[in-house]
């Protein structure tokens, strides 16, 4: 057994004997991806147009198998109808996410330089704020027809692939690196200093993308037709996800640590885990009322 465990290490790169400060190199990815007459297209605007293309594609084939087995939840829902309701929540996600940004995390440099709110290719979003601005268009497209829940719990369903994305957008920005670490796989950032940090953008994609994706859609498979369950799940999955992660970022250096040892982004996050724990245990009484 001894063995097997010594060539795994090996495998990782590192020995029984290695030094406390192996760490990994950042791969220094090129943040443009390519110009078009002088017009720099980078990957962080890339990302998140593939998250949304993405995240409508796997809409419209988990609507296509609902029609197919005949669900009573969505029967009354077109790909077509969400793609447009996507598309503005989208954008109301991009405008909510910088302001938040603006407003919560850094204010003062923004009252310097207000043009630089524009400047969304350089980072700086809020995902609270995003989720805010997202879940103001979809009420507003929604109100009439009351339809509210039936759009959120799809468009829960998918977020985590685009939400997956945008970190990996992060860490090819090199921005919002974790705190410094000697485990084997920690990196030096670019703008981190010369100290191995936890590559914290990439633990986001997978509990906040990947992990948080196949759970909704597993519960997603069962049909259950519970309005607000996948939403519930959505905002209790990212928040728990969030909260533990933020033990290993490092704290945005405007800020630092808002209470004790818990960050800006850990606050924010606990009214989510409420909300949604709240939404999962009432979806059964909202499917009686509906």
Known sequence: MKIFAYLFFIILGISFNAPAQAYLEFPNFNPVAFSI???????????????????????????????????????????????????????????GGRLFYVIFYNP?????NPIEILYIHQGGMSFHGGLFGAIVALYWQTRKNKEFWQYADLGATVAPLALGLGRCANFINGELWGRETDVPWGM????????????????????????????????RKRRLNLPSL?????????????????????????????????????????PMIIIGLYLVLTCKKRAKTK
């Open 37 to 95: 007459f002088n017009f720099e297209v980078r990957w962080y605007g890339l990302f998140y147009l593939f998250g949304l293309g993405g995240a409508l594609l796997l809409n419209y084939f988990l609507l296509k198998s609902d029609h197919k087995h005949s669900s009573t939840y969505n029967a009354g829902v077109t790909a077509a109808r969400f793609n447009d309701i996507a598309i503005n929540c989208f954008i109301a996600a991009i405008i």
């Open 108 to 112: 003062s440099v923004y009252l310097k």
């Open 188 to 219: 030096i950032f670019p703008t981190g200093g010369d100290i191995p940090r936890h590559p914290s953008q990439l633990y986001e994609a997978l509990l906040e993308g990947l992990v948080l994706l196949v759970i909704l859609l597993l519960v």
């Open 230 to 270: 996948l939403s519930g799940l959505f905002l209790l999955g990212y928040g728990i996800a969030r909260f533990i992660v933020e033990f290993f970022r490092e704290p945005d250096s405007q800020l630092g640590y808002i209470l004790g040892p818990f960050t800006q982004g850990q606050l924010l996050t606990l």
